[in-house]
């Protein structure tokens, strides 16, 4: 089977593999890139534990082909935290106890920050329909909102939340 | 063997596509395809990605009618604001697909293409008079959206024939459009019943023209002249909204299924086409 040679870059880093066509980006970034923060929740677009940006839009990554991704710019869940320095949504989500079992939240962190890169101040329904796509078998969506809308008020240096 | 290609004009794609041995399969979002991969329930031997073609993604305006590139994500859809202001039904039918993730990619011709009754786009688009150029070996056509899907999976176009854009026509003043679907949940689900109605108003609200469609009550999204007939020449009152609502539920010929059955769709079907109208019918008188 003839491989495909694919460019890219990822989390800022120019990023070069071989795959075979029937891969998805998803496949590439955990067994080939060993970039496993990303999740395999469902292969189907159902659960969004495999969210990541692709030239700055939210998609999941079961749903594309890796060579889809030539020349295209990736962001995933590796690239948010600065070193040591956790993003604030991270930190946030470890404050509110917004995670149990832990599997679909690098998903929800990637979606969240993909919420508050585009508007600051979103009010809770919006942040419950733009968050729909991603599953959570643990926390009941509760604790995740509350840190969500949190990390949203702190980065807009304001103590009000959003109603 | 799967193969993948992505060629970078129109031509060198219909070429590929007439000379390919096997099975062909365009590619736009994947967020069908992909997922029929993975099941098996496709296996082509090639993939033709039409995403580096330029005008596959993108919405031009010209003269107050717009073109939508066939593999425009929902998302781009969602922001175009002067789309939105013009055809508000289209626009909110495309978003309703799928999630956030699932809006970053599903597109317009894919939705039609991959050919369910139940696809949201596609009866806004009827409603609207929208219009696809299909390309192919043999030349260049423009056709109705509803004259593409055939039933359940299934379309009109011709191996090797893909959709390059759709179009949607200029609006006459006080004309606006609709669309709504019935979910048992609020977000990620597939319609039990969907309608689109795009109407236009006199200057004294009543309808001088409409059209009425229906989607997953029919093999194919359905247009219903009837229910059309019982909005033109009349504002809304109950006694019209009630012959739409016969009308529309006349039209039905839907099946059994997990999300309802036919006489449950029926009902819904009437319900939801008069909630569409009511609100197209509002719609349209704020907009001069
Ligand atoms: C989690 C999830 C939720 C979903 N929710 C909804 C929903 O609420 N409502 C809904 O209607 N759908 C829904 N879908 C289905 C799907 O997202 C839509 O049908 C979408 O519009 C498909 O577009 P695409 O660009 O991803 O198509 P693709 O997967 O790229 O293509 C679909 C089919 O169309 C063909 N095709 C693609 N482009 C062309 C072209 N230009 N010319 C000819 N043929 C072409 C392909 O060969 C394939 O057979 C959902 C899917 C997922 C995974
Ligand atoms: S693994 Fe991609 S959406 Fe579930
Ligand atoms: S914390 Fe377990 S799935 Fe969300």
């Known amino acids: 089977m003839s491989k ?10 120019p990023t070069e593999f071989l ?34 940006m692709v030239d700055g839009r939210l998609v999941c990554s079961c749903l594309m082909l890796a060579v889809e991704a030539e020349g295209h710019t990736i962001e995933t869940i590796e690239g948010m935290a600065r070193g040591h320095d956790l993003h604030p949504l991270q930190r946030k989500f470890l404050e509110h106890a917004a995670l149990q079992c832990g599997f679909c939240t690098p998903g929800l962190l990637v979606a969240a920050k993909a919420l508050l890169d585009r508007n600051p101040n979103p009010t809770e329904t919006e942040t419950r329909y733009w968050l729909a796509g991603n599953l959570c078998r643990c926390t009941g969506y509760d604790k995740v909102i509350r840190a969500v809308l949190d990390t949203a008020a702190e980065l807009r240096g304001s103590d009000t939340v959003s109603e | 063997m799967l193969d993948y290609t992505a060629p970078s004009t129109v031509e060198e794609a219909i070429r590929i596509l007439a000379e390919a041995p096997g099975t062909a399969k ?62 508000p039904g289209v626009v909110e039918a495309a978003n309703l697909i799928g999630s956030t993730q ?48 055939t039933g359940p999976g299934r379309t009109s176009l011709k191996p090797g024939e893909f959709i390059v854009e759709f179009h949607l026509p200029k609006r006459p003043a006080r004309s ?88 449950y769709r029926t009902k819904v079907a009437g319900v939801m086409a008069r909630r569409a109208a009511v609100i197209a019918h509002e719609r349209a008188g704020v907009r001069r």
């Open chain 1, 19 to 52: 795959c075979e066509p029937q891969l998805t980006l998803l496949d590439v970034l955990r067994d080939e890139l060993h970039l496993t923060g990303s999740k395999e929740g469902c292969s189907s677009g159902d659960c969004g534990a495999c969210s990541v």
């Open chain 2, 102 to 149: 699932v809006q970053g990619r599903a597109s317009l011709a894919g939705n039609l293409c991959n050919a369910s009754p139940a696809a949201d786009s596609v009866p806004a688009l009827i409603a609207a008079r929208a219009t696809c150029v299909v390309v192919g070996a043999n030349g260049r056509r423009e056709v109705p959206v509803e004259s593409i899907p």
């Open chain 2, 26 to 87: 365009v590619l736009s979002g994947g967020t069908d395809l992909l997922v029929q991969l993975r099941s098996g329930r496709t296996k082509p031997d090639l993939i033709v990605d039409i995403k580096k073609i330029p005008g596959m993604s993108g919405i031009r305006e010209r003269d107050g009618a717009f073109v939508i590139g066939a593999a425009t994500p929902g998302a781009v859809i969602g922001e175009c604001e002067a789309l939105k202001r013009v055809w």
């Open chain 2, 176 to 263: 606006a459009d609709a669309y709504l679907r019935f979910i048992p949940r609020t977000e990620m689900d597939i319609a039990v019943v969907g309608a689109g109605v795009s109407v236009t108003l006199d200057p004294g609200g009543a309808c001088t023209d409409a059209r009425v469609v229906l989607g997953a009550v029919a093999p194919t999204a359905i247009l219903v002249p009837d229910a059309a007939a019982a909005l033109i020449g009349h504002t809304l009152d109950e006694t019209v909204l009630a012959a739409l609502d016969q009308a529309a539920r006349r039209a039905c010929k839907p099946i059994d299924d997990k999300r309802g059955t036919i006489e």
């Open chain 1, 4 to 13: 495909h040679h694919v460019s890219t870059t990822i989390n800022g880093e």
